[in-house]
Nanobody, 124 residues
Framework: VQLQASGGGLVQAGGSLRLSCAAS????????IGWFRQAPGKDREGVSC????????YYADSVKGRFTVSRDNAKNTVYLQMNSLKPEDTAVYYC??????????????????WGQGTQVTVSS
């Protein structure tokens, strides 16, 4: 299983980015896919997940209404559309895959496969 995250970059506050997470060796539509982020000096934070804990989609309060997660099964790729970006969204973003069911949506320790991370920087 390999996950490849891409799409990060530098954007001004209020701007948009779309992150991609392409998978090989696994069909993404069979498992929960999570997006996480980690800012310098902070713990890894769950942002959104697709197909986790009975949710079609799930979002952390900090991004609700601004981020949208989606999947293209034909491309075996999951996307995170990020709009109205804020400086506090600056972090390295990771996609991750969870094989087993869970009562939790975005517990990082439950996700066994991780992409390499892509940097998102939002300037004020």
């Amino acid at each position: 299983v390999q996950l490849q995250a891409s799409g990060g970059g530098l954007v001004q506050a209020g701007g948009s980015l779309r992150l991609s997470c392409a998978a090989s060796g696994v069909a993404l539509d069979r498992y929960a896919i999570g997006w996480f982020r980690q800012a310098p000096g902070k713990d890894r934070e769950g942002v959104s997940c697709l197909g986790c804990n009975g949710h079609v989609t799930y979002y952390a309060d900090s991004v609700k209404g601004r981020f949208t997660v989606s999947r293209d099964n034909a491309k075996n790729t999951v996307y995170l559309q990020m709009n109205s970006l804020k400086p506090e969204d600056t972090a390295v973003y990771y996609c991750a895959l969870r094989i087993y069911p869970s009562d939790l949506e975005l517990a990082p320790f439950e996700y066994g496969y991780w992409g390499q991370g892509t940097q998102v920087t939002v300037s004020s």
